[in-house]
């Protein structure tokens, strides 16, 4: 007779945050079963993280969630600098990204919201989270792992799996009982997040209004909802950890240091924090794998970390399925560690960068932003090229895997193996994406007459499309050639040989030497 307590299933995710209901939702698609496992009782009510980037919209997409995300959420259409209360720079945002993805922009949905989105995903495909549900410990060999937790009445449960998640967040247990380090560093300086409801003269439209002022800044998010904006900003004068803040103490100091006439209503939510920037040293052990903040947290710069996290689970969804189903090669599962690591590592470097400039945190630093960033911010509004380095940056579709155990160099035109499927439309209209939302390997054929699929028969799941029509955009004049993609739609192989196509799927293969 079976034990109630005791479950058997294929992948166990501890934590119900954005990354693990992502890593959900993205088995989901797979066909993959799986238990998720919430200490808290629901999905959380605070805004928290807010930008919701162009990659991120984009496997919103392949969900069929992409609709309802941008309904529930509020498009930025622009930015504007002050310093010392006057305008020095504009910028508009609203199709920075025009010609490199659906999404164009950044969209500001509360974090509250993007959790219940993806929740709401989950509980329309059957599947439930076990809410008040607390890790205990969990014990792992060659074969498997097992996880015991406590449920929501207090009794002790147990659940035997192929694989563990860690999506609990930056303090996370399983890292802990991992082992594994988190090294990084604190900022000195105290921040304060406030969700309120504003009148003003000059912040009232759906813009990013930043304010440079001594020492730090004040940067003002447009939500959805008249008047509705996220403020965070710096405490340039605190000293004192032990005192804790309210917005009421906050207020005044806003107001001397933006100068702009602004009266404050509803106080909807309001936080202190320190900013912390920690990676892990590995995302993996054994069948035990961690993401999210519970891999790495960053500074707020640039909207990043829950984007980040998005992705980690759906780097990793796929590789963990392939690996399930017997199609791949061990070396396959464990490029989640090499590709994820190296990326949060030049993710901590950029927006550690761009957060040193934004806050002032010493005076080469301060002459700096406050003597050329508006001269910079000017320059970007009126340069495309200069446009279409930034937005890859932080719309995140610029990340790239070129010396990952996936890639086989190569490239065509602009195009190169590791990077993400370069983005262009057809002349009837549709996206090269649309033919992308499957998550499988594709093998595309570019040429001036279709032709059939010359690698059936490879026992790793893969469709086919072959196209005559070859935007010189991206491809320049070159025809005849292939693109091998990822189920996370980067690129494997790029060009003529069809041959080194079958050459990397014998290497990933589960037949092939770990």
Known sequence: MENPNHTKTQVVIIGAGPTGLSMAAQLIRHKIDFIIIEKNDKTT???????????????????????????????T??????????????????????????????????????????AEYLQKNGKQIKWNAELNHFEQDNNGVKVYYKDKNGTEQKIEADYLV???GAGSLVRHQLGLSFEG????????????????????????????????????????GTGHYRIIGVLPEHTDDSH????????????????????????????????????????????????????????????????TGIQDAYNLAWKMVYSLRGEVNNKVLQ????????????????????????????????????????????VLSSNNFVKRKIYPL????????????????????????????????FSDGKSIFSYLAEPVFKLLYFGKNTIQNPLDNTGIAMSFHSFTEIPDSVFDNNTDFYVLVRPDNHISYIGKDVAECRSFISKIKASAKN
């Open 394 to 425: 932080l719309s995140q579709i610029g990340i790239a895997y070129p010396d990952s155990f996936l890639t086989s160099k190569s490239s065509i035109g602009k195009a190169k193996a590791g990077d993400r499927m370069h983005y262009f439309v």
């Open 244 to 307: 804790e803040y309210n917005f009421a103490e906050v207020e005044p100091i806003i107001k001397k240091g933006i100068i702009s006439p602004v009266d404050f209503g509803k106080v909807q939510w309001f936080s202190t924090y320190k900013v912390h920037s920690r990676k892990a040293n590995s995302f993996m052990d054994g069948r035990c794998f961690i993401a999210g903040d519970a891999a790495h947290i960053h500074t707020p710069a640039g909207g990043q970390g829950m984007n």
């Open 77 to 118: 259409t622009g930015m504007i600098l002050f310093s010392k209360g006057k305008r020095r720079a504009s910028l508009d945002l609203s199709n920075m990204g025009k010609g490199l993805s659906d999404f164009p922009f950044a969209l500001s949905l509360e974090q509250s919201k993007t959790e219940q989105l993806l």
């Open 45 to 75: 009510n605070l805004s928290k993280a807010i930008a919701v980037q162009a990659r991120t919209l984009e496997i919103f997409q392949e969900l069929g969630i992409v609709e309802e995300a941008m309904k529930r959420g509020q498009l």
């Open 185 to 224: 560093s604190t900022e000195p300086k105290l921040f304060y997040v406030a969700d309120v409801i504003l009148k003003s003269s000059v912040i009232n439209e759906n813009r990013l209004y930043m304010y440079l002022i001594p020492k730090g800044f004040v940067l003002f998010f447009p939500m959805e």
């Open 166 to 168: 860690g999506c609990d």
């Open 335 to 378: 490029s989640y560690n090499t590709e994820r690591t190296q990326n949060a590592k030049n993710l901590l470097n950029t927006t550690d960068r761009m957060f040193d400039i934004m806050s002032g945190v010493n005076g080469f630093w301060n002459f700096i932003r406050n003597g050329f960033f508006p001269i910079f911010l000017m």
